[in-house]
């Protein structure tokens, strides 16, 4: 597709339970980003990926928040036995290039995930 | 470490009217980049600008334009001739040179412009 496209747009889950977010970059960028944006912690960085690898995990807010690239292309975050905090709007986000000089970054419309 | 701050949380403006929105940034970086982004109620964030720390020229495009000035640390963006489809969350954001691009961003300020 022509934009970053990210599924589900909606996801309501119970406490407890595993979700998997994804995320189809813009064809072609080799960045990927994930942010998650709250009311209470605004938009913050989560990870990001170089082509398929992770350098940095420090972002991620526990260990049961995990992420995967495949193929230098789509990519999954996954959250373990979700909590009531984690209730918030996972955008994702690709760019050509990760250099900072070149770097733009093109966002999806998130998914929206609600634990109850 | 990098901070973004946008101090004005919501903004009520008449259609037509000029409106500037401030973003003042702390970084220990020479080299480092200024963003910002446009979120309507669709949720999509959309990149309107970039600006570089050694280009301290401002930019118009159309109705908007944004003000770079390293001396206050401040890259301000103004609506001209303010629309309802401007109606929106703003966020300015900073990313340092190696640091693989991360973004982090400012609070976001929420436009609302009437008839």
């Known amino acids: 597709g022509a934009g970053v496209s990210q599924s589900p747009s909606n996801k309501v889950t119970e406490k407890g339970k595993d979700v998997e977010l994804r995320c189809d970059p813009i064809?072609?960028?080799?960045?990927l980003y994930w942010y998650r944006q709250s009311l209470g912690q605004g938009l913050e960085f989560l990870i990001y990926f170089q082509g398929n690898s992770a350098p940095d995990k420090s972002g991620l807010p526990s260990d049961r928040f995990s992420a995967e690239r495949t193929g230098g292309s789509v990519s999954t975050l996954t959250i373990q036995r979700t909590q009531q905090e984690d209730s918030a709007v996972y955008l994702c986000a690709s760019s050509l290039v990760l250099t900072a000089a070149k770097n733009i970054q093109y966002f999806g419309a998130g998914t929206r995930l609600s634990v109850l | 470490a990098q901070k973004v701050t946008q101090a004005q949380t919501e903004i009520s403006v008449v259609e037509k009217e000029d409106v500037t929105l401030d973003c003042v940034y702390e970084t220990r970086d020479t080299t480092y980049y200024l963003f910002w982004y446009k979120q309507p109620p669709s949720g999509e964030l959309v990149f309107l600008i970039r600006r570089n720390s050694f280009d301290e020229q401002n930019e118009i495009s159309g109705r908007y334009s944004w003000n770079f000035q390293k001396s206050t640390s401040s890259f301000n963006f103004t609506i001209t001739a303010s629309q309802v489809v401007d109606s929106a969350v703003y966020f300015c954001?900073?990313?340092?040179?190696?640091?693989?691009?991360?973004?982090?961003f400012g609070t976001g300020t929420r436009l609302q412009v009437t008839l």
């Open positions: 954001a900073l990313s340092e040179a190696g640091t693989a691009s991360k973004l982090t």
């Open positions: 064809s072609g960028h080799t960045a």
